[in-house]
């Protein structure tokens, strides 16, 4: 355990920063319910798509590729692969009709996979990728698929802390590009925060519905998203961060899992971190900023 889980205890949920996915979802029977998980095969995302499938779920794992995620569901009973390439539009409009085929109400959608800090700016079809990917994509997989949400189907957008350290302004609409400026934190914060945005507009938009959206913080865990870091700070991370602050892979998947198949979570439109609701930024809680990035998008998405 890390220092900082030493300290850590349990909030009103029961659980905290130490549960893992397995205790926040035990003696819970998930046979017939079938979820769309994002990012299935590696990190967070493949402990979530393994526990849920250990309760009975059908996991619908998505992966870049067909062979990605194929080789990510093939030892999970009932799982079934798609492939979902989030920075290229075609791909994600041909996951969301791959998953209509499927013919399966969603009784959740955890739109879990992510890039962090790409040390160079980077833009495909006009956007910055973490936007592109990390944003762009999963709105046209989510807004794509409500038709096939259960009645009281959830959406999970993973968001993160970094959405604290985020562009001037929360989302910088002038510069989605990264043309007048670019710092890979900040726009990897811009697209956490614009994670968290589309569940709190999803959440406004499902008022008077049973249907929930939720955003997440997991924690911090040592996974590939360190990837772009650099050897030096992903070593450091590596080796640091489970001494200090860090929570080990079942426990980062646990609060994604407790918001998407818990019978007790019953709110819409929260930030979530350790099993519990947080607070998020005032730009985090901002519902103009959330409409006006939905309609943004809506825009952006037409034309790609
Ligand atoms: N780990 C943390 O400390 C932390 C903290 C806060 C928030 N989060 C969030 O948690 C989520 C999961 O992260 P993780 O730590 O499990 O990272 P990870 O191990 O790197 O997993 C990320 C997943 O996203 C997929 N992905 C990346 N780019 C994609 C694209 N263009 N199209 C489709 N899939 C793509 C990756 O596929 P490939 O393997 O094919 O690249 C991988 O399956 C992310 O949204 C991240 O922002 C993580």
Redesign the pocket.
């Known amino acids: 355990m890390s220092l900082l889980g030493m300290f850590k205890g349990e909030g009103s949920t029961g659980f905290g920063f130490n549960s893992s996915a397995e205790e926040v979802t035990e003696g819970l029977d998930l046979s017939g319910k079938t979820y769309l998980l ?10 979530t798509l393994r526990v849920l499938a250990l309760r009975g779920a059908t996991v619908i794992g ?4 067909d062979a ?1 995620a194929e080789a ?1 569901v093939s030892s999970h009973r009932g799982a079934l692969p798609v492939a ?5 539009p075609d ?1 994600v409009r041909a996951c969301v009709e791959a998953v209509k085929a499927l013919n399966k109400p969603l009784d959740g959608i955890i ?6 800090a790409l040390p160079e700016r980077t833009v495909h079809h006009g956007y910055e ?1 973490q936007f ?3 944003h762009i ?1 999963h709105w046209i997989l989510v807004t794509g698929l409500l038709d096939q949400l259960t009645d009281d189907g959830r959406v999970v957008m ?5 959405h604290r350290w985020t562009v001037r302004g929360g989302i910088g609409f002038d510069n989605l590009d990264a043309s007048k400026s670019y710092d890979g934190w900040r726009f ?1 914060g811009q ?2 925060l614009a ?1 968290l945005l589309t569940a709190k507009e999803l959440a406004r938009r499902f008022e008077g519905t049973k249907k929930t959206a939720n955003a ?12 772009h870091m650099g050897r030096g700070m992903n070593a450091a991370w590596a080796a640091l961060g489970p001494l200090l602050f ?2 080990p ?1 079942p426990q ?2 646990a609060t ?1 899992v407790y918001v998407a198949a818990s019978p007790s979570m019953a709110e819409s439109g929260q930030y979530w971190e350790d099993c519990n609701v947080g607070k998020p930024t005032r730009h985090g809680r901002d519902a103009a900023l959330a409409s006006r990035l939905w309609e943004e998008t809506e825009r952006i998405v037409a034309g790609l």
């Open positions: 994002t990012g299935c095969n590696s990190g967070i995302g493949a402990e998505a992966a870049r590729t990605k990510a979902c390439e989030l920075s290229e791909s739109a879990n996979a992510g890039i962090m990728l592109l990917t990390n994509g993973l968001s993160s802390e970094a990897y697209s956490k994670n997440v913080h997991p924690g911090v865990i040592v996974t590939n998203l360190g990837r860090t929570k892979i980062g998947a994604h």
